[in-house]
């Protein structure tokens, strides 16, 4: 009502964020979208622009169409390099890798994931690195890379002991049993398939 553009902005991005947790994933896109049209209008909105480009990737990876989000990523990265935004670099560049990922682009998603490591090891972002070890073991198991999956999953599991990511964890126990079975290791296959 009062003409605020960047108001408006922040409300459709809260929006979208409550939508998200409620799994209206279309609903939650949308808002994000109608957000980054504002911030793009507003010269003090390059970083929300960042972040709503990210978001609004990582909403499309929860849709499994990560591939649809790597033009936001690029643009997200450009930005964080002119604003000098290091945890929106690190973010942004992780996410690329998720998305390469998806699209079997194993190079330039193993660029992505170390580039988004050192990143987020210079920030000390714990939650951060535990999603990168593993999305990188999830990476390494996908082209059977066996003993890197391993350690990228044991890594993310003690990164992630007290940051209660029951999702990541859950992930890093699945992938686990998946090597431990393959190697005929029953007795630690097991152990992972209970915590999983």
């Not at 970083?47 to 990523?73: C, E, H, P, T």
């Not at 699209?103 to 988004?116: K, S, T, V």
Request: net charge negative.
């Amino acid at each position: 009502q009062l003409g605020d553009r960047y108001g408006q902005a922040k409300v459709l991005q809260g929006t979208a964020l409550t939508m998200s947790r409620s799994s209206k994933l279309d609903e939650a896109i949308e808002f994000t979208q109608a957000a980054i049209r504002i911030y793009r209008e507003l010269p003090e909105g390059k970083i929300d622009l960042g972040y709503s480009l990210f978001n609004v990737a990582s909403l499309l990876a929860d849709q499994k169409r990560a591939g649809d989000g790597i033009a936001y990523l690029q643009e997200a990265v450009e930005i964080a390099h002119v604003t000098k935004k290091t945890r929106l670099l690190s973010v942004s560049v992780g996410q690329l890798g998720v998305a390469y990922a998806a699209q079997r682009e194993i190079e330039p998603a193993r660029r992505c994931f170390r580039e988004a490591l050192e990143l987020a090891k210079s920030l000390n972002g714990a939650d951060t690195l535990t999603w990168l070890y593993l999305h990188i073991g999830e990476l390494e198991l996908s082209v059977d890379c066996h003993e890197e999956a391993e350690r990228n999953f044991l890594f993310a599991l003690e990164a992630g002991k007290d940051l209660k990511l029951e999702d990541c964890m859950h992930r890093c126990h699945q992938g686990l049993v998946k090597i431990y079975e393959a190697r005929g290791a029953v007795q630690l296959a097991f152990e992972h398939y209970k915590q999983f």
